[in-house]
């Protein structure tokens, strides 16, 4: 049985940064979707980033453009979304997803559906 194991959450104020991890194990990352959701209290789970793992295309929600990257390391099988510019409306508890034979993937905006591997979330506080 394979897993999505998160690390990097934590409280920061607001324009600090922080950087997620998401480390894959027991199954085959070489062409998978890869992305990073999130959920306030009281809201939907958003898809904020993607990446597929075979060419590296990303997508990123409008929220979080300019200030968040997705990236991979390969060699590691995991992915970082590193969050800079901080504000306070990023706090939420951020969650890593994995499809391992995708349909699809970035640059089009990921779905709760499309994703049937998830991590147990990291929380992200951010205050002024």
């Known amino acids: 049985q394979g897993e999505l194991v998160e690390s990097g959450g934590g409280s920061v104020q607001t324009g600090g940064s922080l950087e997620l991890s998401c480390a894959v194990s027991?199954?085959?990352?070489?062409?998978?979707?890869m992305a990073w959701f999130r959920q306030a209290p009281g809201e939907e789970r958003e898809g904020v980033a993607s990446?597929?793992?075979?060419?590296?295309?990303?997508y990123y929600a409008d929220s979080v453009k300019g200030r968040f990257t997705i990236s991979q390391d390969k060699a590691k099988n995991t992915v970082y979304l590193r969050m800079n510019s901080l504000k306070s409306e990023d706090t939420a508890m951020y969650y890593c997803a994995a499809n391992f034979h995708p349909i699809y993937c970035a640059p089009h905006r990921p779905t709760k559906s499309a994703f049937n591997n998830w991590g147990q979330g990291t929380q992200v506080t951010v205050s002024s």
């Open positions: 990446i597929y793992t075979n060419g590296g295309s990303t």
């Open positions: 027991g199954y085959s990352y070489s062409r998978a979707c």
